[in-house]
């Protein structure tokens, strides 16, 4: 185990609190690191560690010990790191988040009534500077032949969240779903639906283009845009959301799609935010 400074090069980084859910989010946050060629962060938020306290250091020292077991058990070729931070969960991550690839956070709740609203994943999803995956569920380890499943506002606003589903869906070698609800139902709607989704397909096409190993589908439905994903995401491997809030407070910037997504999702959920740049590269644009 291996402790370092928080600023210290990027790679994948994942939150531990000692709890089951952080726990799978290490597992699921080791498997990416390798997938995608990374090292691990492994950060626990410890300000009841700060004083002198024996007692709190032992604790501290027992959940990233743990975590740290977890990521090597599952992932022993991944090069992961520990790091104990005196200060709040939210402030630490984010943190943490400003010069990673990726920022990946578990949830506890299985249900929409065990959900903890004021959790730390809804905190910081939308405000870390790069994509932040919730690991919710219990699927994560059992679907990894699953798609991934892109819910799609504005093509040109979502962007980055268009990328990182493509890049997603390669890296794992998966089929990819792009899913865009609207909800005012039109006279003619087969003729309507499919002229969309021939649209939807068009603008699509740098990211076709770019990742052409990449099974596409597009599909244009009628429906509430979070209901029409949570059913969708059944059989998704992960969920993939934008979320804008230009010039809005940070409390904010999680559109209420994408937390009504987090916080029901039956798999994990990536939020994109509109202006990363972390990770892979956006396609040019025609």
């Given amino acids: 185990m291996n402790e370092q400074n928080i600023t210290a090069g990027a790679g994948v980084v994942v939150g531990a609190d000692g709890t089951e859910a952080a726990l799978r989010a290490v597992a699921w946050a080791a498997t990416e690191a390798r997938v995608r060629g990374l090292a691990l962060r492994i950060v626990h938020a410890a300000p009841y560690a700060a004083s002198t306290n024996d007692a709190g250091c032992r604790r501290a020292t027992a959940i990233?010990?743990?975590?740290?077991?977890?990521?090597?058990?599952?992932?022993?070729?991944?090069?992961?790191?520990?790091?104990?931070?005196?200060?709040?969960?939210?402030r630490t991550l984010l943190n943490a988040a400003s010069n990673a690839d990726l920022l990946v956070v578990g949830m506890r709740g299985e249900g929409p009534g065990e959900v903890v609203i004021g959790s730390v994943a809804l905190a910081v999803s939308g405000a870390a500077c790069c994509p932040v995956t919730v690991v919710r569920g219990q699927r994560h380890a059992a679907d990894l032949t699953g798609p991934v499943l892109l819910g799609l506002e504005d093509v040109g606003i979502d962007a980055p969240a268009v990328t990182a589903a493509f890049a997603d869906a390669q890296r794992h070698r998966t089929s990819l779903i792009v899913l865009h609800a609207q909800q005012v139902y039109l006279r003619d709607w087969d003729t309507d639906r499919d002229a969309a989704a021939d649209a939807l397909v068009k603008q699509l096409a740098p990211w076709r283009s770019q990742y052409p190993?990449?099974?596409?589908?597009?599909?244009?439905?009628?429906?509430?845009?979070?209901?029409?994903?949570?059913?969708?995401?059944?059989?998704?491997?992960?969920?993939?959301?934008?979320?804008?809030?230009r010039g809005a407070p940070v409390r904010l910037l999680l559109g209420s799609t994408s937390r009504a997504v987090v916080r029901y999702s039956p798999c994990p959920v990536m939020v994109v935010r509109w202006d990363s740049v972390a990770g892979d590269a956006h396609p040019s644009r025609p």
């Fill in 64 to 90: 990233l010990g743990r975590a740290y077991t977890v990521a090597h058990q599952l992932e022993p070729r991944v090069v992961a790191h520990t790091q104990r931070v005196d200060e709040q969960p939210v």
């Fill in 213 to 245: 190993q990449v099974p596409v589908e597009a599909r244009v439905v009628h429906g509430e845009p979070v209901d029409e994903l949570l059913r969708a995401a059944v059989t998704a491997r992960l969920v993939v959301v934008g979320t804008h809030g």
